[in-house]
């Protein structure tokens, strides 16, 4: 397998025993997302340690190891990215298998299980045209303020939507045009979606313009910027202002 196939192949049979974990009836509320997120990850670390034995490894659900910091390759996977959505049975909620090479978000896959669909860096397709007002990804409860004062200024719409992930896929998937996100993250929630919008041509990068940066100590990320390339200049310029 390549490094795509496998990426591709581990978030799709992720997604797959997330939504036997769900309709199995045997878990509700925060002991359902526990439970997915948990057996995920055991799928995922175990899976990869077996493929890729050589690479290092950074998962949400996994205890941190320090020998990954000395590895040129990298994977960062979060086993559920939007938890809530998962347990409420929604379709914006993704698994995200992603790879850093020095640093660098290069390889991924995103799977969004809800709507039975992977997406992947290395197989990019063709993202539909901007409508002439711009859609924004937001929150579904906490949209920022940054966010929201960028989409005020240029004349957007504000479409909230659960997971990090789904909400960078949505760009790919022609259903809003600019993710913008300042609320904090980590490493994770952003590695695998960063690699495939960058694979598929858009801009990413934080919201000052400086370079995604992964594989690091602290593996805090306090903001993010997914959208086409011909966007990025306006929105880095309008964001200064919130800043």
């Known amino acids: 397998m390549t490094d795509g196939d496998l990426a591709a192949h581990l978030a799709n049979v992720a997604g797959k025993i997330l939504i036997e974990v769900r309709e199995s009836g045997m878990f509700e509320g925060k002991s359902l997302g526990k439970a997915g997120d948990q057996t995920a990850n ?20 996994e205890k941190d190891n320090a020998e990954r910091l000395a590895k040129e390759r990298v994977w960062i996977v979060d086993p559920v990215d939007g938890t809530r959505e998962y347990g409420e049975a929604r379709v914006d909620w993704a698994v995200h298998v992603g790879m850093a090479v020095n640093g660098v978000p290069t390889l991924g896959a995103v799977a969004l299980p809800g709507a039975d669909l992977v997406l992947r860096s290395d197989q990019p397709g063709e993202i539909p045209a901007a409508p002439e007002k711009l859609r924004m990804v937001v929150s579904r409860t906490r949209p920022a303020k940054e966010a929201t004062g960028v989409c005020e200024a240029i004349g957007g719409e504000l479409v909230p939507m659960g997971s990090a992930g789904a909400k960078a896929m949505a760009i790919l998937r022609g259903e809003a045009d600019i993710y913008l996100h300042s609320g904090g993250q980590y490493e994770w929630d952003s590695c695998a979606p960063a690699a495939v919008a960058l694979g598929w041509g858009l801009h990413a990068s934080r919201i000052d313009g400086s370079p995604l940066v992964y594989n690091q100590e602290d593996v805090y990320m306090p903001d993010l910027l997914i959208c086409r390339k011909e966007h990025a200049d306006m929105v880095l310029e309008k964001v200064k202002a919130f800043l």
């Not at 055991?42 to 659900?61: P, T």
Request: net charge negative.
């Open 42 to 61: 055991q799928f995922l670390v175990h899976a990869l340690r077996e493929q890729r034995a050589e690479d290092g490894l950074l998962s949400e659900e």
